[in-house]
């Protein structure tokens, strides 16, 4: 941003309503002006903002801003600009430059990650029956193309009560000798659980000692409703890669998304497909060709834009209305929630259902007073809501009592 810096430009706008008065002090944040930098429909309560994010003013101004760039010069493709996306997302998931690719999505990129994975055919993939129906796509395009298996397990009994032990003892009895790979999600859209990352990434190296580089089995986690979403840095979580589309929670333009890589283990994983970076053999795992390059560049703004607001103050806001939402429908008779209420199992995410319908019926029938929810598109499609900074507090209690009256 040209003209004042990003700080002045929070100010000026009224998102910062309380000066630090310290370096490391967080400033108070006025949630209603935040709101106001996105083009939301007035009339509509959404709690599936989630799905493909409204773009902040900040974003739109630098697609613009690289679109008359192109529309100008297109031989003005600017590659420095894309290292410099690399460096924010590094940044801000906690890791270096050179361990991000660019990608278009997050299918995409477990398809790069799980397609590229040094794999024999004596070896298994091992997920989770929860994760997202393209992720275990992703897999087993990957395995059967080497004659591998891909093997589904079950890492909890009840959403609603899982605990980090659970899951670490569940998936220290599926790993086998066999097994190169471990998928799993960092808050699965199907629940609404948040999985214990480093619990898994501790199993996972409990598994690796005394295996050759050839027979180590990697954590690759989908990260796409954890980022932006949880206060934790992605590339510290313990997972060997880390995959998420940066066109939901974070804020940043459609069609964008992010692969990180351990870089101890870079060599296990080979490009796909041409690239357009030779910059590291992590980068060289984006996808070339032409792209939508206003929007991949357009992410740095995205990220600035969070790291303004504080990662911190953003998943409080997320969580404090989650909870919110929680809470109020445990009130309700005939009500079940399907997510934990537990605040360190769960993030954005709630899944429940109502008595005698299916979640699709009760997303029509908060449709006809505005409500904008959504189902998990999984074996049990639940009724499901996500909590957004964009969201206000009398949002969750109008949905609330709208669902009170189902």
């Known amino acids: 941003m040209r003209g004042m810096d990003r700080r002045d430009f929070l100010v000026g706008t009224g998102l910062i309503a309380i000066a630090p008065t310290a370096a490391s002090a967080a400033p108070g944040l006025d949630w209603g002006a935040v709101r106001r930098e996105f083009r939301l429909d007035p009339a509509l309560t959404n709690l599936g903002l989630f799905y493909l994010a409204s773009n902040p003013r900040q974003v739109r101004a630098a697609v613009e801003t690289f679109k008359r760039r192109l529309d100008a010069n297109s031989h003005d493709l600017m590659p420095a600009q894309a290292d410099e996306v690399a460096a924010a997302l590094g940044r801000y998931v906690g890791g270096a430059a050179d361990d991000i690719a660019l990608v278009p999505n997050t299918t995409i990129g477990l398809s790069i990650v799980y397609g590229g994975l040094r794999l024999r055919a004596d070896q298994e993939l091992l997920l989770s029956d929860q994760d997202h129906a393209w992720h275990q796509q992703a897999a087993q395009l990957a395995a059967g193309r080497v004659g591998a298996k891909v093997r589904i397990g079950t890492l909890y009994a009840d959403s609603a009560r899982v605990t980090e032990d659970e899951v670490a003892t ?3 009895g599926a790993i086998t ?19 214990p990352v480093r619990a898994c ?9 005394g295996r050759s580089p050839e027979d180590r089995c990697l954590l690759i986690v989908d990260g796409v409703h954890g980022l932006a979403a949880v206060d934790d840095d992605a590339a510290r979580l313990g997972a060997d890669v880390f995959v998420a589309g940066t066109h939901k929670w ?10 990180w890589v351990n870089p101890q283990v870079s060599n296990q994983i080979s490009p796909l497909l041409p690239s357009l970076s030779n910059r590291s053999a992590t980068a060289a795992l984006g996808p070339g060709g032409f792209h939508a390059f206003e929007h991949y560049y357009g992410v740095r703004a995205a990220v600035e834009f969070h ?20 809470d109020g429908l445990a009130s309700i008779p005939g009500v079940v929630i399907h997510t934990p209420r537990d605040a360190s199992m769960s993030a954005g995410l709630v899944c429940f259902d109502v008595g005698g319908q299916t979640g699709d019926q009760v997303v029509a029938r908060l449709s006809q007073k505005r409500i904008q929810i959504t189902t998990a598109a999984y074996r049990i499609p639940y009724a499901r809501v996500g909590t957004s900074i964009l969201n206000t507090p009398a949002e969750i209690d109008r949905t ?4 009170r009256a189902l």
Not at 177 to 195: H, K, N
Not at 201 to 209: L, M
């Open 307 to 326: 790291q303004h607001l504080g990662r911190d103050r953003v998943a409080a806001r997320v969580a404090e209305l989650a909870a919110r939402f929680k």
């Open 400 to 403: 609330l009592k709208e669902i």
């Open 201 to 209: 990434a501790a199993v996972v190296a409990e598994a690796n000692k």
């Open 177 to 195: 000798p066999q097994t190169r790979a471990v998928g799993i999600t960092w808050v699965q859209s199907s629940t609404g659980v948040r999985m």
């Open 250 to 259: 974070l804020f940043g333009p459609r069609g964008t998304g992010m692969v």
């Open 170 to 172: 569940r998936l220290r």
